[in-house]
């Protein structure tokens, strides 16, 4: 496995293990050259699926891409990589199970942001100020007002 670091052609498998919910093979490698450590994932891939966006531009589902979106909404609240990780794979599940080669991009959000919901308030509110694309500040202020009541209840 190249390095995404250096680009070295081999890494070494340091561990290996299966990731908690037993749906992935989880491996930590180092780098031949450079000495970096990084983490692959091994995972069954059911069909191919293909995501169409909302200018209708399709490209293959890539379940990194939600990783680091989950990522970038969820950093520094201290949620455990387990439970992002759980997330992700209930999102590709849910999109699994629907059966279709393609799936809208948008519908991929909204099982995000449903995840997200229960796992985060302040979470969900970055994915969806993204996501959803507020244009306006008072946009966000009335979601985040929103999602602050339903907290609340
Ligand atoms: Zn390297």
């Given amino acids: 496995m190249r390095c995404p670091f250096c680009a070295h ?6 561990d290996s293990r299966p990731t908690e919910d037993n749906t992935a093979i989880r491996r930590r ?6 000495g970096a450590r ?13 995501v169409v966006k909302s200018d209708e531009a399709r490209e293959p589902f890539d379940r ?3 990783e ?16 992002l990780d759980q997330l992700v794979s209930g999102v590709q599940r849910q999109i699994e199970t ?3 080669t393609e ?10 942001m449903e995840g997200l919901h229960r796992l985060d ?9 993204v996501y959803r694309d507020f244009t306006e500040a008072k946009d966000f202020e009335e979601f985040a007002s929103s999602v602050r009541d339903a907290v609340k209840h």
């Fill in 98 to 100: 629907l059966g279709e």
């Fill in 103 to 112: 799936v809208a991009s948008r519908a991929i959000g909204e099982m995000v």
């Fill in 68 to 83: 680091q979106s989950v990522a970038l909404a969820c950093r520094k609240r201290g949620i455990a990589q387990e439970r």
């Fill in 64 to 66: 990194a891409k939600i």
């Fill in 121 to 129: 308030a302040v979470a969900y509110i970055r994915f969806a100020s």
């Fill in 29 to 34: 490698r180092q780098c031949e050259g450079c």
């Fill in 38 to 50: 990084f983490t692959t994932f091994e995972r069954v891939q059911l069909r191919e699926i293909t």
């Fill in 9 to 14: 052609d081999d890494s070494q498998v340091k």
